[in-house]
């Protein structure tokens, strides 16, 4: 019984080209209390591989986290079989703004600790007393609102790329580091401020808001499905847009383009750009932003010596990798002092309506 994927991302990418079958990418989460995480993952594993099911899926006591892609043709099967699970029944599915065949290229479901890295003790308050569920409509009345303070509760390589106008958006690098950040920056306003928050589907969000609402923030508001199903209510009801820029999603895809505008710059150059890269030197894989003619320059480098580096047979880099270990920044995401361009988002104050002093 097959219960781990066993084919490279390059066998599975010439798969995909043979099938000639369009993919959705979706996404989902809920909330919900696993008795044997392990043997639910290991039914969802074998289920979804006969779907065809490629994606990140994180299991554990507290519920569920899936970003994954299927042939649209196995949507509907995929959807009855969710309905089959009691606490996943009529879920609302997250549908990607852009469509890419090649979004997910292995089925990994992993059990965890949590489903979302929020460091949290969740025995010390009330999970389940979350904040007021908002759609797009009301969400674009209450950040219009000067009673409002609009949080960006993702991570700054994130809202770097595109935020809601307004938006304060925390120099962070992982959700759990904001929570503390933004309470205590924003404890002044805890009792006369609306406090309204997003992310990307809206499972942040979850959590965030029933901690605020335990720290003695009185109105607390989230994004119902976060910015993937405002656009999509946005399209559909012929909304306005209030969200610029792109939205950055954990997949191949990297983003969706939500607006036209550009807010962000390349991080070599300084020019207008807004579509991020990995580094090409396999020690350092750095995210960054890279406009094309850096990419050309650099050869798809963050810097001069990794592009060196990058320069050498494959056989010399291995060399010279062996017994280093990965430095502390491997795989980090637009933090690193070559970065000439790289804003600091610092004082998350900056774009608040309202004076600190006040």
Same mark, same amino acid.
Request: glycine share 6%; proline share 2%; aromatic share 10%.
């Given at each position: ?19 000639? *079958?369009? +993919? ?12 044997? &995480? ?17 994606? +990140? ?9 899936? @970003?994954?892609?299927? &042939? ?59 904040? =007021? ?10 950040? $219009? ?24 958006? &925390? ?5 759990? $580091?904001?929570?503390?950040?933004? $309470?205590?920056?924003? *404890? ?7 406090? =309204? ?34 656009? +999509? ?12 820029? @792109? ?9 969706? +383009? ?49 592009? $060196? ?14 017994? @280093? ?28 309506? =309202?004076?600190?002093?006040?």
């Amino acid at each position: 019984m097959q219960l781990y994927n066993k084919l490279s991302a390059k066998e599975r990418a010439e798969l995909i080209d043979k099938a000639g *079958k369009n +993919r959705l990418t979706l996404s989902f989460y809920q909330y919900a209390k696993i008795g044997n &995480p392990q043997l639910f993952r290991d039914h969802l594993f074998i289920t979804w591989d006969a779907f065809g099911v490629l994606g +990140r899926i994180y299991v554990a006591h507290e519920g569920i986290n899936g @970003q994954l892609s299927l &042939p649209a043709d196995r949507f509907n099967e995929f959807k009855t079989h969710l309905d089959s699970i009691d606490f996943l029944k009529g879920i609302r599915l997250n549908i990607a703004v852009e469509q890419d065949n090649k979004s997910f290229l292995k089925l990994k479901v992993k059990v965890r600790k949590k489903i979302v890295a929020d460091g949290l003790n969740d025995n010390t308050f009330d999970v389940t007393n979350k904040g =007021v569920h908002v759609g797009a409509n009301k969400f674009n009345e209450l950040i $219009e609102d000067e009673n409002t303070v609009l949080v960006d509760m993702r991570n700054h390589y994130e809202s770097e790329i595109g935020h809601f106008k307004n938006a304060v958006t &925390p120099d962070v690098d992982t959700f759990r $580091e904001s929570l503390d950040i933004i $309470e205590d920056d924003l *404890k002044d306003y805890k009792e006369d401020k609306n406090l =309204v928050m997003y992310c990307t589907g809206g499972i942040r969000c979850e959590k965030a808001s029933a901690y605020f609402k335990h720290k003695g923030f009185k109105n607390v508001y989230q994004l119902e499905g976060g910015i993937i199903e405002y656009t +999509r209510q946005v399209n559909e009801e012929n909304l306005e847009n209030k969200f610029l820029g @792109q939205n950055f999603v954990f997949d191949d895809r990297r983003a969706e +383009r939500i607006s036209n505008d550009v807010i962000a710059n390349c991080h070599q150059c300084g020019n207008p750009f807004d579509v991020h890269t990995n580094c090409a030197n396999e020690a350092c894989h750095l995210l960054f932003i890279q406009c094309d003619d850096c990419k050309a320059e650099m050869d798809n480098c963050c810097s001069t010596n990794c592009k $060196e580096i990058n320069a050498l047979p494959y056989e010399e880099q291995k060399e010279l990798r062996k017994g @280093q270990g990965n430095s502390n920044d491997i795989f980090k995401k637009g933090r690193a002092d070559h970065l000439p361009y790289k804003k600091d988002l610092r004082n998350i104050f900056e774009t608040l309506k =309202v004076d600190k002093s006040q």
